[in-house]
């Protein structure tokens, strides 16, 4: 068993080493751009505008009072920033000035270790809980990162990947509620409520969305008692506060900017301004059905950028509370994500905004083929494990496409396809 351990923290020792290696040095695209801007203030400046940032210069910023902001959520850029001018302070303080060190410092903290701690999340479960084997459960949580869209956006600073590491903590306390519980339903309802609000920190859009797929089985857990509902309040309270402070201090509402665009985007010079719609910005509008396709299986597809989550549908227990609840919260995602955001998450290899999806569906799929008894189903996952990392690679080699593919007479936005005929089939014209 020691010499077993010693395997599991080298692989991820490795695991670890690698992904911080990949970390790029500067922002690549406007959404991180955005991000750094506030950071950088907070660190450089203490305060919530980016003026006099280097920053500056993205698109992907708001308008308010005469000054500019990150569209990213307040109080994890200022929980950001602080954190990092205070690590600088005690190790070198001439790294403050420094962009490059503060771009890196803040996508270990926001993407690397996120990852790594889902890795190490995934290989506990496995191992523990579900008697996979010590080597399958370490070999399925390291390759994890490496099939799925986590490896083209590990090199970017990101909200999506530290949602995604809450999100799979709410799944652990739905499937695996009794060790919380051994020490009083205080304790889990307070977690849960922590969880919660960290995802609200995060990701305004996604913890709504969280919040309605957590109805049932919230119901089915605490139908007997209200005090739980309370206790989840009081572990909300906290950040929830903070977050809403700090967009008060931003913006002078409660509510994320996001919500009033002409307001806070629609500025001169914005690429919003006199758009009398934001939905039709940088795409086409397909229908409604198209666009769900699209999400699913199409242009930015889940199940097609990683055919590997297929087999979520497979697990046998349907009725078990957490997978329902990744079943709600998968449906309602790619609803309310195409309804309201047409762009698929700007221009990205897929669909950057339903990452925080992926670690609850890949556990489901990891679980239902480790029950199976088929071979011919555990060659098919073999399969798509392989053609999954083939994917990611493609989006890890070029995450931030701005291509648009000739394919018809109709421009079609389609990442994929993109970097698949500009690494190697280079048969399809597009715009330079």
Same mark, same amino acid.
């Given at each position: 068993?020691?010499?077993?351990?010693?395997?599991?923290?080298?692989?991820?020792?490795?695991?670890?080493?690698?992904?911080?290696?990949?970390?790029?040095? +500067?922002?690549?695209?406007?959404?991180?751009?955005?991000?750094?801007?506030?950071?950088?203030?907070?660190?450089?400046?203490? +305060?919530?505008?980016?003026?006099?940032?280097?920053?500056?210069?993205?698109?992907?910023?708001?308008?308010?009072?005469?000054?500019?902001?990150?569209?990213?959520?307040?109080?994890?850029?200022?929980?950001?920033?602080?954190?990092?001018?205070?690590?600088?302070?005690?190790?070198?303080?001439?790294?403050?000035?420094?962009?490059?060190?503060?771009?890196?410092?803040?996508?270990?903290?926001?993407?690397?270790?996120?990852?790594?701690?889902?890795?190490?999340?995934?290989?506990?479960?496995?191992?523990?809980?579900?008697?996979?084997?010590?080597?399958?459960?370490?070999? *399925?949580?390291?390759?994890?990162?490496?099939?799925?869209?986590?490896?083209?956006?590990?090199?970017?600073?990101?909200?999506?990947?530290?949602?995604?590491?809450?999100?799979?903590?709410?799944?652990?306390?739905?499937?695996?509620?009794?060790?919380?519980? +051994?020490?009083?339903?205080?304790?889990?309802?307070?977690?849960?409520?922590?969880?919660?609000?960290? *995802?609200?920190?995060?990701?305004?859009?996604?913890?709504?969305?969280?919040?309605?797929?957590?109805?049932?089985?919230?119901?089915?857990?605490?139908?007997?008692?209200?005090?739980?509902?309370?206790?989840?309040?009081?572990?909300?309270?906290?950040?929830?506060?903070?977050?809403?402070?700090?967009?008060?201090?931003?913006?002078?509402?409660?509510?994320?900017?996001?919500?009033?665009?002409?307001?806070?985007?629609?500025?001169?010079?914005?690429?919003?301004?006199?758009?009398?719609?934001?939905?039709?910005?940088?795409?086409? +509008?397909?229908?409604?059905?198209?666009?769900?396709?699209?999400?699913?299986?199409?242009?930015?597809?889940?199940?097609?950028?990683?055919?590997?989550?297929?087999?979520?549908?497979?697990?046998?227990?349907?009725?078990?509370?957490?997978?329902?609840?990744?079943?709600?919260?998968?449906?309602?995602?790619?609803?309310?994500?195409?309804?309201?955001?047409?762009?698929?998450?700007?221009?990205?290899?897929?669909?950057?905004?339903?990452?925080?999806?992926?670690?609850?569906?890949?556990?489901?799929?990891?679980?239902?083929?480790?029950?199976?008894?088929?071979?011919?189903?555990?060659?098919?996952?073999?399969?798509?494990?392989?053609?999954?990392?083939?994917?990611?690679?493609?989006?890890?080699?070029?995450?931030?496409?701005?291509?648009?593919?000739?394919?018809?007479?109709?421009?079609?936005?389609?990442?994929?396809?993109?970097? *698949?005929?500009?690494?190697?089939?280079?048969?399809?014209?597009?715009?330079?």
């Amino acid at each position: 068993m020691k010499l077993s351990y010693l395997v599991v923290t080298l692989l991820f020792t490795i695991q670890l080493i690698f992904l911080f290696s990949v970390v790029k040095d +500067r922002a690549e695209s406007p959404n991180d751009l955005s991000f750094m801007a506030g950071v950088v203030s907070w660190e450089r400046f203490n +305060r919530p505008n980016i003026d006099g940032t280097p920053q500056i210069s993205t698109r992907d910023k708001a308008f308010y009072n005469g000054k500019f902001y990150s569209s990213k959520p307040q109080f994890l850029l200022f929980a950001m920033g602080k954190s990092i001018n205070i690590v600088f302070n005690l190790v070198k303080r001439e790294l403050l000035q420094n962009d490059i060190p503060i771009y890196k410092t803040a996508t270990y903290l926001t993407s690397t270790i996120p990852i790594v701690l889902i890795c190490i999340i995934l290989f506990i479960l496995f191992n523990t809980n579900y008697k996979i084997g010590i080597y399958k459960s370490l070999l *399925l949580s390291t390759i994890f990162p490496i099939a799925t869209l986590f490896l083209a956006y590990s090199q970017y600073l990101n909200t999506h990947t530290l949602t995604a590491l809450f999100t799979f903590l709410i799944l652990v306390l739905i499937v695996n509620p009794k060790p919380f519980q +051994r020490r009083g339903i205080l304790l889990y309802s307070l977690l849960l409520g922590f969880f919660l609000s960290a *995802l609200l920190v995060c990701e305004p859009s996604f913890f709504l969305l969280s919040c309605l797929s957590l109805i049932f089985p919230l119901y089915k857990l605490f139908r007997k008692s209200y005090r739980p509902y309370l206790y989840i309040f009081f572990g909300f309270i906290p950040l929830a506060l903070l977050h809403f402070y700090f967009n008060y201090l931003s913006f002078g509402v409660l509510y994320p900017p996001q919500m009033n665009m002409a307001r806070y985007f629609g500025y001169p010079g914005s690429h919003l301004y006199n758009i009398t719609n934001p939905l039709d910005i940088n795409v086409y +509008r397909p229908h409604f059905i198209i666009l769900l396709f699209n999400n699913l299986l199409g242009t930015h597809g889940l199940f097609l950028y990683m055919p590997v989550l297929l087999f979520f549908f497979l697990h046998k227990k349907k009725t078990g509370l957490g997978w329902i609840f990744t079943l709600s919260v998968l449906i309602i995602s790619i609803v309310a994500y195409s309804v309201t955001s047409p762009n698929f998450g700007g221009w990205s290899y897929g669909n950057r905004r339903l990452i925080p999806l992926i670690p609850l569906l890949f556990y489901y799929a990891v679980l239902a083929v480790s029950k199976t008894k088929s071979k011919l189903l555990k060659i098919l996952f073999i399969v798509l494990i392989f053609v999954s990392i083939f994917f990611s690679y493609l989006g890890f080699k070029n995450t931030w496409f701005n291509k648009k593919i000739h394919i018809t007479r109709d421009f079609s936005y389609f990442p994929l396809l993109y970097n *698949l005929n500009k690494d190697y089939f280079k048969i399809f014209s597009y715009d330079p």
